[in-house]
C-alpha cells in the first residue's frame, strides 16, 4: 500500500514558474515509476510526466518537453515536477501516482493539487 499527497499548486500567470511536489508513504521500497498526470475542467486525464523510481529515466508527454522537469529524492520519498514557461492550456487539476512493480496500470493515487494560469 503507498499512499500520494500532493502540495505546491496554485495561481500563477502566463511565463511563470510553479514546482509541485508529491509525497510517498508506505511500501515505496515496490514502486516502479512515479508519474504525474492533469485534468483539466471537461477533458479526460492526461499523462504530464515520470520518473523511474530507482532509476534515471524520465518520460514527458510533447506539450511540457522543455518546460517541465520531474525529479526524485529517494531520501524525502518526494517526487517534484518544476513547471516553467506556463501557459493557461497548463491549467489543470494535477496528480500524482505510483506504479508498482508486477503492476500493468498506475496503483496508486494523490487527491490532486489545483493549477490556474491567468492570462
Known amino acids: 500500500q503507498v499512499s500520494l499527497e500532493e502540495s505546491g499548486g496554485g495561481l500563477v500567470q502566463t511565463g511563470g514558474s510553479l514546482r509541485l511536489s508529491c509525497l510517498l508513504f508506505g511500501r515505496t521500497r515496490n514502486i516502479y515509476t512515479v508519474g504525474w498526470f492533469r485534468q483539466a475542467p471537461g477533458q479526460e486525464r492526461e499523462f504530464v510526466a515520470h520518473?523511474?523510481?530507482?532509476?534515471?529515466?524520465?518520460n514527458y508527454a510533447d506539450s511540457v518537453k522543455g518546460r517541465f522537469t520531474v525529479s526524485r529524492d529517494n531520501a524525502k520519498n518526494t517526487v517534484d515536477l518544476q513547471m516553467n514557461s506556463l501557459k493557461p492550456d497548463d491549467t489543470a487539476i494535477y496528480y500524482c501516482?505510483?506504479?508498482?512493480?508486477?503492476?500493468?496500470?498506475?496503483?496508486?493515487w494523490g487527491q490532486g493539487t489545483q493549477v490556474t494560469v491567468s492570462s
Open positions: 520518473i523511474q523510481w530507482s532509476g534515471d529515466s524520465t
Open positions: 501516482a505510483a506504479y508498482m512493480f508486477g503492476s500493468r496500470e498506475y496503483d496508486y
